[in-house]
């Protein structure tokens, strides 16, 4: 992979493996990465900053071929780690592998240059006025029976990546998006795990006792950090989590209980 040139993709619409390491990023850039709208990523021109989280920003993007607008998700941090890197990596071989109509998919992928380094993104397909699972039914005042018919298009998709040896272990409202026709879309595998003996390895690695997720939602054994015994059960129980919230506009129990749990407290 040139990462000599503006862009260096390693990843296509097809779906293939992707080829290069991670090494290959040239980690360490020394400013926060800021894409201004007009700036172009080899046939992909961002329009504007949409979001941003803990480890990325996403931006909304025109793509000239097809013409079409799309998500640009682009590691944020100052100093990228090799885990972080990794991580974000993982998540492009893992939307290549999956193919569900309630799974937001990946177009392609590559690599930014700013200044010195190499900064990876992803190209992907943008959830129109997207808002939380929970927020949308709220908004839109949705009765029992439409909120257990959309939260079940949900559990269809999760259950696609159980079948392909996908774990998401993240399962949550802000990754269970909902568009502007009210279409859901499952985002953010960043810290999935395969199960696959073919499916690149479990992904980065997760230490006993590393809590990889979100705390309300954890299944008590991911919690405890018991890596072994995370599977595809612990989506489940995050699906009941987001259940329970969809059908009672609230989380289950206190929580303050689930970070007092995770501390070893009573």
Sequence with gaps: M???????VFHGPGGGPLSGSS?????????PLELAPGTDLGGVTIVRLLG??????????????????????????????????????HEAEV???LRHPDIAQIHLAGAHRAGEAAVPFLVMELV???????????????????RVGL??????????AHRAGVIHRDLKPPNILVDDRGEPKVIDFGVARSTTADGGGA??????????????????????????????RSDVYALGVVLHEL?????????ADAWTAAAGGA
Excluded: W
């Design 151 to 160: 939260f079940a298009r949900v559990c269809d998709a999760v259950a696609h």
């Design 247 to 255: 059908l009672g506009d609230r989380p289950p129990g206190d929580p």
């Design 95 to 97: 939307l290549g592998r």
């Design 23 to 31: 090494e290959s990023f040239g980690l360490g850039f020394e400013a």
């Design 52 to 89: 941003e989280g803990g480890m990325g920003r996403v931006y909304e993007a025109r793509q000239a071929a097809p013409d079409r607008l799309v998500a640009v998700k682009v590691l944020r941090d100052v100093l990228a780690t090799p885990a972080q890197v990794a991580r974000f990596r």
């Design 128 to 146: 129109a006025e997207a808002q939380p699972i929970t927020l949308h039914v709220r908004r839109r005042g949705l009765d029992v029976r439409e």
């Design 2 to 8: 040139d990462l000599s040139a503006p862009n260096a």
């Design 203 to 232: 992904g980065p690695r997760t230490l006993a006792g590393q809590l990889v997720g979100t705390l309300l939602y954890m299944s008590p054994e991911q919690r405890a950090g018991r890596v072994d015994e995370t599977d595809a």
